[in-house]
């Protein structure tokens, strides 16, 4: 059973750069009908998609925010991560990694399927 | 602000069937499929419902989805009081190019 760990700072300074790893057991990260994605969600507030990654390194990121994030794929340690850069206090938020599982390959086809595996979620707040 | 507009709460008693409904734009639900998510405060979403009305394994029958143009309902019937959560639903937009959601409804179990 496909299992995801969050793990990274709980507090960071404005304009400092935001480090998260998400860490996948119970399957492999170099399965090709996974796509791997980091979610946010503001204190109090709806839930915000950051972006996705596949475990070749093809990247997708919310247009908003594409700037400042770097999302990258380590397939020797079965994890990936997120950057965020230029942190400031609308970043603080709780963030979770999420997997969506597709039929096939091909990142069309993610938009029919949800993201059926969440990390239990990291706290990150900014401030000096 | 979010890109899919959803009322803030939504209530009922045990046993009654209750909607949450989900609006959104032609970038959105009106060319995509719409899936809803289950929160219980304090824990990581759900996936209740993807693809407008499939159930992955393991979520009940009670819960059913349905989509019409740029809007979108989530039903659940015999309500419980385990029901209590937050419920949001998400669909890809064609302008992101990933996946937009509501705000959130929390549903009371009176």
């Known amino acids: 059973q496909l299992q995801l760990q969050e793990s990274g700072p709980g507090l960071v300074k404005p304009s400092e750069t935001l480090s998260l790893t998400c860490t996948v057991s119970?399957?492999?990260?170099?399965?090709?009908?996974?796509?791997w994605g980091w979610i946010r969600q503001p204190p109090g507030k709806g839930l915000e998609w950051i972006g996705t990654?596949?475990?070749?390194?093809?990247?997708y990121y919310n247009p908003s925010l594409k700037s400042r994030v770097t999302m990258s794929v380590d397939t020797s340690m079965n994890q990936f991560s997120l950057k965020l850069r230029s942190m400031t206090a609308a970043d603080t938020a709780v963030y979770y990694c999420?997997?969506?599982?597709?039929?096939?390959?091909?990142?069309?086809?993610?938009?029919?399927?949800?993201?059926?595996?969440w990390g239990q979620g990291t706290t990150v707040t900014v401030s000096s | 602000q979010s890109v899919l507009t959803q009322p803030p709460s939504a209530s009922g008693t045990p046993g009654q069937r209750v909607t949450i409904s989900c609006y959104g734009s032609?970038?959105?639900?009106?060319?995509?499929?719409v899936n809803w998510y289950r929160q219980v405060p304090g824990t990581a979403p759900k996936l209740l419902i993807y693809?407008?009305?499939q159930r992955p394994s393991g979520v009940p029958d009670r819960f059913s989805g349905s989509k019409s143009g740029t809007s979108a309902s989530l039903a659940i019937s015999g309500l419980q009081s385990e029901d209590e959560a937050d419920y949001y639903c998400?669909?890809?937009?064609?302008?992101?190019?990933?996946?937009?959601f509501g705000g959130g409804t929390k549903l009371t179990v009176l």
């Open positions: 998400a669909a890809w937009d064609d302008s992101l190019n990933g996946p937009v």
């Open positions: 999420a997997s969506t599982l597709i039929p096939g390959s091909g990142y069309f086809y993610v938009r029919f399927y949800g993201m059926d595996v």
């Open positions: 990654i596949y475990y070749s390194g093809i990247t």
């Open positions: 119970g399957g492999s990260i170099n399965r090709s009908s996974y796509y």
């Open positions: 693809r407008n009305d």
């Open positions: 032609s970038s959105n639900i009106g060319s995509n499929t």
